[in-house]
């Protein structure tokens, strides 16, 4: 059965390769941090397993690499890479006009294909892959197929998929790897009982025999905890058990569905004002290279700031009835 030890063993090998490209190029810093990520991604599963069994050191070393990293990440610099000759890259375009889409359109048309064909009891899908990981499975799937359309519309060497990964990750530059990290803090949130601390803490600060004041800490929290972490996935969580079901539903009896709806919508609403949404915010600054790396916040912030207290009154309207 495929799991998702699969993908992270494919992620791990594109880390490797881009860290022996820098370490090639005598980009030493580079090499060292991108092999880190790759050994989080190729051993990360031993890591756990000898964990688990009581070895500790495998998992105190990891822990070692994740300060690495930090430090790694602050002597890094945005590397500039040459794209070729552009007379030539412009040639190539019209040569392959839109086929060149191809490998783009692949990925969520097979992404939807499969997720689709799990929900038929005939089509087998679950036998292979596993359910409970099936939307990050198909991805990678999705991945690797458009990789093959797109070496076959090119007629490219499949080599050149490690280099032009390599160089849109050292384009993109630590940032790329802040998305799984976030992620990741998100679950120490979960584990170490945040949600609890932040309950005590909202207890003691706010009325909270007052519906509105527990809706307005549970919103405004939301789009803290998004900014502080980059994803409303990983502030939800932490919420909801804070303040969301305890307070709210428990105490005032909120609709959870609505307040779990508009209350990730809010939380997306603090993503535009973050730099730790490094996908949303900062990739694509460094992408179009813009002068101002935070110039995409600032032309946003606005319309967050719109969007928050519109979600707040749709919250106030809608969860209690």
């Keep these: 059965m495929v799991s998702l030890w699969h993908i992270f063993v494919l992620i791990g090998v594109l880390f490797a390769g881009t860290a022996v ?21 190729l051993f990360g599963d031993r890591i756990l397993a000898a964990d688990r069994a009581g070895t500790r050191w495998p998992a105190q070393a990891m822990g070692l690499g994740v300060i690495a990293l930090a430090l790694l990440a602050s002597r890094s610099r945005m590397r500039v890479v040459d794209d070729g000759d552009p007379a030539v890259r412009t040639a190539s375009a019209a040569r392959l006009g839109n ?4 490998p783009a359109l692949a990925i969520p048309a097979v992404v939807a294909l499969v997720v689709l064909a799990a929900k038929l009891p005939w089509s087998g899908v679950t036998r292979v892959i596993d359910p409970a990981q099936l939307q990050l499975i198909s991805l990678g799937i999705a991945a690797m197929i ?23 990750i050292d384009t993109i530059g630590w940032p790329v790897v802040l998305p799984m990290m976030l992620a990741t803090l998100g679950k120490v949130f ?3 009982k945040v949600g609890d601390a932040i309950a005590a ?7 909270t025999e007052s519906w509105l004041a ?15 972490m980059g994803n409303a996935f990983a502030a939800f969580p932490v919420m909801m058990a804070g303040i969301g079901l305890p307070l709210l539903v428990a105490r005032h009896g909120a609709n959870p569905a609505v307040l779990g709806a508009i209350g990730m919508l ?23 290279e813009l002068r101002d790396e935070y110039g995409v916040i600032r032309a946003q912030w606005q319309t967050a700031l719109a969007l928050i207290i519109a979600n707040l009154v749709l919250m106030a309207v809608f969860v209690f009835r």
């Design 201 to 207: 803490l909202v207890s003691s600060a706010i009325p």
């Design 146 to 168: 458009a990789l093959g359309f797109a070496l076959r519309v090119t007629r490219a060497h499949p080599i050149h998929g490690l280099i032009e990964g390599r160089r849109l």
């Design 214 to 228: 527990c809706l307005l800490a549970f919103g405004l929290g939301m789009v803290a905890f998004t900014v502080i």
């Design 99 to 102: 086929r060149l889409f191809t």
């Design 266 to 288: 809010t939380g997306y609403s603090g993503t535009l004002l973050t730099p730790m949404a490094a996908n949303f915010n900062i990739v694509p600054a460094v992408l179009l």
């Design 190 to 192: 979960v584990e170490t």
């Design 21 to 41: 490209l820098d370490a090639r190029e005598g980009r030493w810093s580079a090499a060292a941090f991108w092999a880190i990520v790759a050994a989080a991604c």
